[in-house]
């Protein structure tokens, strides 16, 4: 009966082992800004049409006529609204950028990661 017992434990355990493993490195690994993604075409609320691009360590914002830099420092709260992401400046501003598209689940899924990717920015810059 214990060799039964011993042969239905280990065989989980064999089971979860790689998966343990690839969980603990892939949590180690440093986070990218931006991720695979360096540009997101958005509309920025009360300004219109405009791009986020990431380069470095920093956050270009441009819509028609104006064109932003922001270090990393300077994002204060971000925090993702449904469709959009909200972004704080340490100057006071406060943007929405709402990811363009057709449909509302990926544009859902697009302020999610441009949420994740802005704070993956921030993170990477205190430490």
Do not use: Y
């Not at 490195?25 to 075409?41: E, I, N, T």
């Not at 899924?109 to 810059?125: I, T």
Request: glycine share 10%; hydrophobic share 45%.
């Amino acid at each position: 009966m214990p060799a039964i017992l011993t042969g239905v434990i280990a065989i989980p355990i064999s089971l979860l082992a790689p998966l343990t493993t690839t969980a603990l490195v892939v949590g180690r690994l440093p986070a990218s800004a931006g991720g695979s993604r360096k540009k997101w075409q958005v509309h920025v609320m009360n300004r219109g049409p405009g791009t986020v691009r990431f380069e470095g360590g920093s956050v270009h914002l441009a819509w028609p006529e104006v064109s932003r830099v922001l270090a990393a420092p300077e994002l204060r709260d971000i925090a993702v609204d449904g469709e959009c992401v909200r972004v704080a400046t340490a100057s006071g501003d406060a943007l929405v950028l709402l990811p363009r598209g057709d449909d509302r689940d990926a544009r859902i899924a697009q302020s999610k990661a441009l949420a994740g990717a802005l704070v993956a920015l921030c993170s990477r810059e205190r430490t």
